[in-house]
Antibody, heavy 123, light 112 residues
Framework: QVQLQESGPGLVKPSETLSLTCSVSGGSISGYYWTWIRQPPGKGLEWIGYIYYSGSTNYNPSLKSRVTISVDTSKNQFSLRLSSVTAADTAVYYC?????????????????WGQGTMVTVSS | DIVMTQTPLSSPVTLGQPASISCRSSQSPVHSDGNTYLSWLQQRPGQPPRLLIYKISNRFSGVPDRFSGSGAGTDFTLKISRVEAEDVGVYYCMQTTQFPYTFGQGTKLEIK
């Protein structure tokens, strides 16, 4: 059973770079798309972007200039870097698997989620 | 971007009674392949979201059959036939048809 676990600093200073890693266990990172989603306290969900195991990416235009998602297949991990953070980037950050295909059909769903990690931007 | 608008934002329901949540998209989320990638997620308090329904009406693995999805065009609905205590939480619709993927603002389901 595939499980995801986010890790990284819980506190980041304004203007610095937020860095998080998602470790995939119980299955291989290869063959799938992997995504980051965030949720500010008491608010809704925002899709940040995804990466295919081969390294191709797609980002939300609202964050594109500041976001980098990378993958390390040897470690079965993928990572998020968000630069020049402000208080508006304070949120719970979730990693999730974007399942594109189930059997012969295309589904495009976030089927497995990590527990999330809270990141606060503050000096 | 496709804007997803949910109503109501809060829904007090009596245990054992039905509940219904609506989601309207600002433009049709029909993909060029003919599919509509409209999903519903449940987020229980203190938990990550969980996939309930995909492609409008398909229940995900392990989801009780009291949950159902329907709709077409720009109007979609999640229904719970008989609400149980474990259904308390926030429900989100989302579309993965067009970039960027977008979510509704969430509907809080609570017990009267």
């Amino acid at each position: 059973q595939v499980q995801l676990q986010e890790s990284g600093p819980g506190l980041v200073k304004p203007s610095e770079t937020l860095s998080l890693t998602c470790s995939v266990s119980g299955g291989s990172i290869s063959g799938y798309y992997w995504t980051w989603i965030r949720q500010p306290p008491g608010k809704g969900l925002e899709w940040i972007g995804y990466i295919y195991y081969s390294g191709s990416t797609n980002y939300n235009p609202s964050l594109k200039s500041r976001v980098t998602i990378s993958v390390d297949t040897s470690k079965n991990q993928f990572s998020l870097r968000l630069s020049s953070v402000t208080a508006a980037d304070t949120a719970v950050y979730y990693c999730a698997r974007l399942l594109k295909n189930s059997g012969l059909q295309i589904v495009l769903v976030f089927d497995i989620w990590g527990q999330g990690t809270m990141v606060t931007v503050s000096s | 971007d496709i804007v997803m608008t949910q109503t109501p934002l809060s829904s007090p329901v009596t245990l054992g009674q039905p509940a219904s949540i609506s989601c309207r998209s600002s433009q049709s989320p029909v993909h060029s392949d003919g599919n509509t990638y409209l999903s519903w997620l449940q987020q229980r308090p203190g938990q990550p979201p969980r996939l309930l329904i995909y492609k409008i009406s398909n229940r995900f693995s392990g989801v009780p059959d009291r949950f159902s999805g329907s709709g077409a065009g720009t109007d979609f609905t999640l229904k719970i036939s008989r609400v149980e205590a474990e259904d308390v939480g926030v429900y989100y619709c989302m579309q993965t048809t067009q970039f960027p993927y977008t979510f509704g603002q969430g509907t809080k389901l609570e017990i009267k």
